[in-house]
């Protein structure tokens, strides 16, 4: 059989087998992580994204061999760590993922050997406390105990005693932490007397996944969004009792515990599409989750399909329904030059940017759309030990933004806006959603 350089087809990704036992087997492991890095050694056309590729390749590069089987493979480990599962490889650079015949997922590699890893209990507590979200940030998003969270983020001393006793640096930006959380803020439902106008693709009725973000950092994002949907006659509904979508614990390799949420939220997501709603989560890694991650992990479940196929990002659903001419574009105001990020778990959707695409509706608006990785990946920009690598991941971006002279910048992930204006004196970053209720004027 020939074996061709490359592949033009789209990216077949395939399900992931994480319930066989050989998964977990530490031996096959090592011998397929040794395939793919021989295979990427031969091509290191992904050296320009996460810090996995340059570590990777610096190893073989100081072996004596200067080839992978020169790598001790005590080592891989230090790829793996790298990895923070944006799947921009193997969705936009991997010449070799299926239906070529080399079959490379990089990710879903990284992933198994994450999971062998926390099935090993090889993982600092650290990481595991900081990805239970729903434990943690209901803790914290208490009256009292939300004002000194805050406060200790802005302390220098506490954050240099932070970095010393749970391993957060000092220097990266934290999230802002409410004491009452959103889903107590906003009433239940907005719009409910609105006749909900279906198209093709959507219903014409809305359930907010607020995500754990929404309901506790970034209320704002989530008003704005109610805001946006319900000045276009979109009746919306919060959902109250979901859980955290997984994608902690997914990167973490905690592959039962997404389960676990997954069990949870499936039933609240469920009902809301029997009572005719779409579902949108204004967190494109939440999204991410329920549109590839979980139907990937569970392909056989009717219940995860359905899910899947109601499940939408806010700018998609948005650009549906201006397809359908059911989008006001009578806007009060331009927002002049925006410097727009292009967050990496929405560019692994394959649905465009739709982003860029609704803020263009707005008159006097002018966008510079920057597609590449901010850094941030949830816990890596917080981490003590990849913080510094983190920045300068995000450091073009940054630049990017600098040299756009923007009026306004922000990315759809509020992480990822975060790290960015960290970056930049006085640099605050804005939800492209609340960009378009300021261009609305509501």
Do not use: W
């Given at each position: 059989m020939s074996t061709r350089e490359g592949s033009l087809e789209a990216p077949d990704r395939q399900p992931l087998d994480w319930k066989n036992p050989e998964f977990y087997d530490e031996d096959?492991?090592?011998?397929?992580?040794?395939?793919?890095f021989d295979i990427c050694h031969g091509c290191r056309r992904c050296v320009s994204l996460c810090d996995s590729f340059p570590t990777l390749f610096d190893l073989i590069d100081e072996s004596d061999t200067f080839e992978v089987d020169g790598v001790d493979k005590a080592d891989y480990t230090k790829v793996v760590d790298q990895c923070f599962l944006c799947d921009l490889c193997a969705e936009t650079k991997c010449p070799y993922v299926p239906p070529h015949e080399w079959m490379l997922d990089f990710p879903h590699l990284m992933l198994r050997a994450k999971a062998v890893k926390f099935r090993k209990q090889d993982t600092k507590w650290r990481d595991r406390i900081i990805t239970s979200t729903d434990p943690i940030f209901d803790a914290i998003s208490t009256p009292g105990i939300a004002q000194l969270a805050n406060a200790a983020a802005g302390s220098k001393t506490l954050r240099?005693?932070?970095?010393?006793?749970?391993?957060?640096?000092?220097?990266?930006?934290?999230?802002?932490?409410?004491?009452?959380?959103?889903?107590?803020?906003?009433?239940?439902?907005?719009?409910?007397?609105?006749?909900?106008?279906?198209?093709?693709?959507?219903?014409?009725?809305?359930?907010?996944?607020?995500?754990?973000y929404g309901d506790h950092n970034e209320p704002q994002m989530v008003e704005d969004l109610v805001a946006v949907l319900a000045h276009n006659q979109i009746p919306v509904k919060l959902l109250?009792?979901?859980?955290?979508?997984?994608?902690?614990?997914?990167?973490?390799?905690?592959?039962?515990?997404?389960?676990?949420m997954k069990d949870a939220n499936v039933p609240v997501f469920l009902?809301?599409?029997?009572?005719?709603?779409?579902?949108?989560?204004?967190?494109?890694?939440?999204?991410?989750?329920?549109?590839?991650?979980?139907?990937?992990?569970?392909?056989?479940?009717?219940?995860?399909?359905?899910?899947?196929?109601?499940?939408?990002?806010?700018?998609?659903y948005l650009m549906l329904r201006h397809r359908a001419g059911l989008i006001d574009t009578t806007f009060a105001e331009g927002l002049g030059k925006v410097a727009y990020h292009v967050a990496c778990h929405q560019r692994v959707q394959n649905f465009g940017m739709k982003t860029r695409d609704f803020l263009g509706l707005i008159p006097d608006t002018e966008i510079t759309a920057i597609e590449r990785c901010s850094g941030h990946d949830g816990t890596y920009a917080v981490k003590a030990e990849t913080y510094e690598k983190a920045k300068k991941i995000a450091r073009p971006v940054?630049?990017?933004?600098?040299?756009?002279?923007?009026?306004?910048?922000?990315?759809?992930c509020p992480m990822a806006g975060r790290l960015i204006a960290d970056g930049i004196d006085d640099g605050e970053a804005k939800h492209p959603i609340s960009m378009v209720r300021q261009a609305y004027g509501i």
């Open positions: 096959l492991l090592n011998q397929e992580l040794e395939r793919a240099k005693a932070g970095e010393a006793l749970f391993g957060l640096h000092q220097d990266a930006p934290l999230p802002y932490f409410h004491a009452t959380p959103t889903s107590k803020k906003l009433p239940g439902e907005v719009g409910a007397d609105h006749p909900a106008q279906s198209t093709d693709r959507t219903t014409g009725k809305v359930a907010i996944y607020l995500t754990c109250q009792d979901a859980k955290c979508c997984g994608m902690p614990k997914l990167e973490l390799g905690d592959l039962k515990k997404v389960e676990k009902d809301a599409i029997a009572e005719g709603y779409d579902i949108i989560a204004p967190i494109p890694s939440c999204v991410l989750m329920y549109k590839q991650e979980l139907p990937l992990m569970f392909p056989d479940s009717e219940e995860v399909a359905n899910i899947q196929k109601h499940f939408f990002d806010p700018f998609e940054v630049k990017r933004v600098k040299d756009s002279e923007a009026d306004t910048f922000g990315s759809d």
